[in-house]
Nanobody, 123 residues
């Protein structure tokens, strides 16, 4: 199983950025893709997750209304559209996959992880 996360970069406050996560080699019928982030000195936290069965979603309180997660089955990808970015969104963003049809928020329930992509929001 491989997850390839990309799309990070350096942006200014208020800008937008879209992260992508391409999953390969994963054949479970029901699964959830989660985006997590980890800022320096902080614990990794769940940002947004989506279930493949019916596209149910979860958003962390700090990103509600600003981030949108969606799937593109044709591209075997999950995308995280981030808008109105703030300096506190600065972190390494990881995508991960959980086998099952519910949306866990704990990183311990995600078995496979991508390598992470850095997002820096700074003026």
């Amino acid at each position: 199983v491989q997850l390839q996360a990309s799309g990070g970069g350096l942006v200014q406050p208020g800008d937008s950025l879209t992260l992508s996560c391409v999953v390969s080699g994963f054949s479970a019928g029901f699964y959830t893709i989660g985006w997590f982030r980890q800022a320096p000195g902080k614990e990794r936290e769940a940002v947004s997750c989506i279930a493949n069965s019916d596209s149910r979603t979860y958003y962390g309180d700090s990103v509600k209304g600003r981030f949108t997660i969606y799937r593109d089955s044709a591209k075997s990808g999950v995308f995280l559209q981030m808008s109105s970015l703030k300096p506190e969104d600065t972190a390494v963003y990881y995508c991960a996959v959980h086998s099952g049809d519910y949306i866990p928020r704990s990183q311990g329930e995600y078995y496979y992880w991508g390598q992470g992509t850095q997002v820096t929001v700074s003026s």
